[in-house]
């Protein structure tokens, strides 16, 4: 599950400075209204892994590069997923995706050989004629190219007009989309070619000014200001000092079509969060006498169509930050946070520093937890501090600064206390590791208080944590590193 912290603009909703939530931001269909599902969570050895190899990192795409401890030179590449893995020899270098490659040469018939890895195998090799080259993500020989399709699959094209793809990937809807330079590349999740536009064919009257790009479920947005004539009937706003032309285009990923949105009436100063179904960005509005809105970082959202997808300000004049949590909507202004489930105001609170949203309706600050609406629920130990709370009761840890012992605590709805362990560290989000009297470990996971394993000997003094989120199959991979042992955790959006 991904951290998503309180999207706020102003300096005093900064996070510690004032409210903060963690957890998983609002989905399609609303803004506020569902609840996701909390995560599968899988936990499994690795056992297949040959001895002497340490762990260097871990992709999106669940694929391990491990480095011999004997040969710097020597590296593993290993597919956690299949269990698949190849010995590289030599440097190796990153091309796109998880795909990788080595050569040497030229040989004695002036050749150059090299290997091509994906996925935890060798994908192919071969002889060229020329050295290797790499642009923009994609590896070329003299008569092939290679390339990672979004998937993390391997792509073989015959020369370069079968690649125009960059190593950036960026989903919007059911299409991909890259950048390079000034061009626009878009594609499917195959990795099936849709086309290929210049940004001046979207903003073919572009002045140089800045541009603000965006991109909602397959529609990617641009937007620049542009000084007209003092004289000029013909403008969108006064910013004080000249007449500005606000201009708004949309490119369609999938079918190339442009459309204008002249009637946008928002001037995007920054893009603060993207969602599938709205984009939430800060700025001014364009009023209706063709000024600019005093607060020049107001929040607002916007949908596919160009139009203000849910008003923020009609919910809250002002609002500065928001979050989503739990299946409740927080916006904030100056000191004061409403909290909205679906469309129906539930609470409105007085932020304090170090107050936080620690799930199932309760706001926390300090030892003490609250309802939505300001009510106390329990006052916990001294030194607490909660970590989550859902519908068995609340997770949170403690410090006693004279031993400088950190231990994590549960305590139920009938105030029963259990001790999880010691040493606790959330590895992510909603999981925590904690060691026992023996020093052993536990994986907890917090959000439905069971454990995804326990009294596991892994290395002390220290673990090795190493995590990593691919957002288009909702997966989360992360490995636990013992000594000579691996675990692999892997969360699954349900």
């Not at 030229?106 to 290797?132: D, F, H, I, M, W």
């Not at 991979?477 to 000579?484: F, R």
Request: one cysteine or more.
């Amino acid at each position: 599950m991904k951290k998503k912290a309180f999207v706020a603009v102003a300096a005093a909703l900064l996070l510690g400075a004032a409210i903060c939530f963690s957890g998983c931001g609002a989905k399609a269909g609303d803004l506020y209204d569902a609840k996701e599902k909390e995560p599968v969570v899988a936990v499994r050895e690795l056992t297949d892994i040959p001895a002497g190899y340490e762990l260097q990192f871990v992709n999106r795409w669940g694929t391990a590069a491990l480095q011999s401890t004997q040969n710097g030179e020597t590296w593993l590449y290993y597919n956690m997923e299949t269990g698949k893995s190849s010995v590289i020899e030599g440097t190796s270098y990153t091309v796109s995706g998880d795909m990788r490659y080595t050569s040497s040469g030229p040989n004695e018939a002036g050749l150059y050989e090299y290997k091509v890895y994906c996925g935890g195998e060798l994908y192919s090799s071969g002889t060229s004629r020329q050295a290797l080259a790499v642009t923009n993500g994609v590896l070329y020989t003299d008569s092939e190219s290679f390339y990672c399709a979004p998937d993390g699959t391997p792509v073989t094209g015959e020369n370069a007009t079968d690649v125009p793809l960059t190593a950036n990937y960026l989903r919007s809807g059911d299409t991909y989309y890259s950048m390079a330079g000034d061009m626009i590349y878009s594609f499917k999740e195959s990795g099936k070619f849709c086309g290929a536009a210049s940004v001046w064919k979207v903003i073919p009257d572009w002045d140089g000014s800045a541009r603000t790009f965006w991109a909602v479920d397959g529609k990617l947005f641009v937007q620049y200001s542009a000084a007209v004539p003092d004289d000029s009937q013909k403008y969108t706003y006064y910013d004080g000092t000249e007449k500005m032309k606000l201009v708004t285009r949309s490119y369609d990923l999938g079918s190339c079509k442009i459309e204008s949105h002249d009637d946008f009436g928002f001037v995007v100063e920054n893009v603060l969060q993207t969602e599938d179904d709205y984009v939430l960005v800060s700025g001014s509005r364009v009023t209706e006498d063709k000024l600019l809105t005093q607060q020049d970082d107001m929040l607002q959202t916007f949908g596919k169509d160009g139009k203000v997808y849910v008003d923020l300000q009609s919910l809250m004049p002002g609002v500065e930050g928001v979050a989503f949590e739990d299946g409740y909507a927080f916006l904030a202004a100056g000191d004061l946070v409403q909290i909205y489930k679906g469309s129906s105001l539930r609470g409105t609170i007085r932020t304090s520093s170090g107050m936080v949203y620690t799930g199932n309706g309760t706001v926390s600050f300090g030892n003490q937890q609250y309802t939505l609406t300001g009510e106390l629920q329990r006052t916990l130990a001294t030194d607490a501090t909660v970590v989550w709370t859902n519908g068995n009761g609340t997770t949170y840890y403690t410090q006693v600064s004279e031993a400088g012992e950190v231990k994590l605590w549960s305590v139920d709805e009938d105030g029963v206390l259990q001790e999880k362990g010691s040493d606790p560290r959330e590895i992510d989000a909603g999981l925590w590791l904690v060691k026992n009297a023996e020093g052993n470990y536990s994986l907890i996971d917090v959000r439905t208080d069971t454990a995804v394993f326990e009294n596991v000997a892994l290395t002390a003094p220290s673990v090795a944590v190493f995590s990593a989120e691919n957002e288009e199959r909702e997966k989360t991979y992360t490995v636990l590193q013992g000594e000579d042992r691996y675990w692999l955790v892997t969360e699954t959006k349900a």
